[in-house]
């Protein structure tokens, strides 16, 4: 069993950057990889970036702005974002799975809470 808690979100301007953290429980956070992904109101959950359990992949879907990494030492991920955009407002959820191709069609074990993020323009 793995626990996700995020951190890091916030109320932000237009342009300007936060990173989000996931801390994760558990002596297997090494194992699994981890992923990002935003649900803003109304509108279907979606695929924000993955990372293998090394750290030697990652599926950035909002290229050049976006940029997750890993410490396994302390069992957490991090997405940093910047320049960032009103439609970048959702709530971030951070997520665990198998392979970083399973995150990247939408599955995943295990969920964090999320937490919100709001870019004002």
């Known amino acids: 069993q793995v626990q996700l808690v995020e951190s890091g979100g916030g109320l932000v301007q237009a342009g300007g950057s936060l990173r989000l953290s996931c801390a994760a429980s ?3 956070f090494g194992s699994y990889a981890m992923g990002w992904f935003r ?3 109304g509108k279907e959950r979606e695929f924000v970036a993955a990372i293998s359990w090394s750290g030697g992949a990652t599926y950035p879907s909002v ?3 976006f940029t997750i990494s890993r ?3 302390k069992n957490t991920v991090y997405l940093r974002m910047n320049t960032l955009k009103p439609e970048d ?3 971030y959820y951070c997520a665990a799975g198998d392979m970083d191709f399973d995150l990247f069609r939408g599955s995943a074990k295990y969920w ?3 937490t919100q993020v709001t870019v004002s323009s």
């Open 26 to 28: 558990g002596r297997t």
């Open 39 to 41: 649900q803003a109101p």
């Open 63 to 65: 290229k050049g702005r």
């Open 71 to 73: 410490d396994n030492a």
């Open 89 to 91: 407002t959702a709530v």
């Open 112 to 114: 964090g809470q999320g």
